[in-house]
């Protein structure tokens, strides 16, 4: 696998993204070696895992549907509910997977949480917490 650019916004998972990690994924959870005896706990959380994978990687896939899209492009309310739904299903995503990042063929350059929805939130936070630490600086000057 070719790692490729790291993520750092919710704008930039892609579909091949959320396919890749679902199916890095499914693999590792039905790998034989990995599926303990029926009863045990061991095979219960497999089984949980293997149930919330695909879920996971549904709720976000739904994000990409032609009619999800062309709404949020209408409406921009309906746009910050899809991008936040994407990160926030796309870090729960990586968090499960996270417990394979030292497994071959995890993409661990790629496949990072993000903390924002895109650029231009990542740049406002940015400014504003430039704002506060000079305002603090101000502050413990001036004592």
């Known amino acids: 696998m070719t790692a490729?650019?790291?993520?750092?916004?919710?704008?930039?998972?892609?579909?091949?993204?959320?396919g890749a990690v679902a199916d890095f994924l499914m693999a590792a959870l039905n790998d034989p070696d990995n599926v303990d005896r029926p009863g045990t706990q061991a095979f219960r959380t497999n089984g949980a895992l293997r149930a919330l994978v695909p879920q996971l990687e549904g709720s976000l896939s739904y994000q990409f549907h032609e009619e999800v899209m062309a709404e949020a492009q209408r409406d921009r309310m309906k746009a910050l509910e899809r991008i936040q739904d994407l990160r926030r299903t796309w870090n729960q995503l990586i968090d499960v997977a996270s417990f394979?990042?030292?497994?071959?063929?995890?993409?661990?350059?790629?496949?990072?949480?993000?903390?924002?929805?895109?650029?231009?939130?990542?740049?406002?936070?940015r400014q504003w917490q430039e704002k506060k630490t000079a305002a603090a600086a101000v502050q413990d000057v001036s004592r």
């Not at 750092?8 to 959320?18: C, G, Q, Y």
């Not at 071959?104 to 990072?112: H, K, L, P």
């Open 100 to 125: 394979w990042k030292d497994v071959a063929g995890y993409d661990a350059e790629r496949w990072r949480t993000v903390r924002f929805d895109d650029a231009e939130q990542e740049r406002e936070y």
């Open 4 to 18: 490729t650019a790291p993520l750092r916004h919710a704008a930039d998972v892609t579909p091949e993204d959320i």
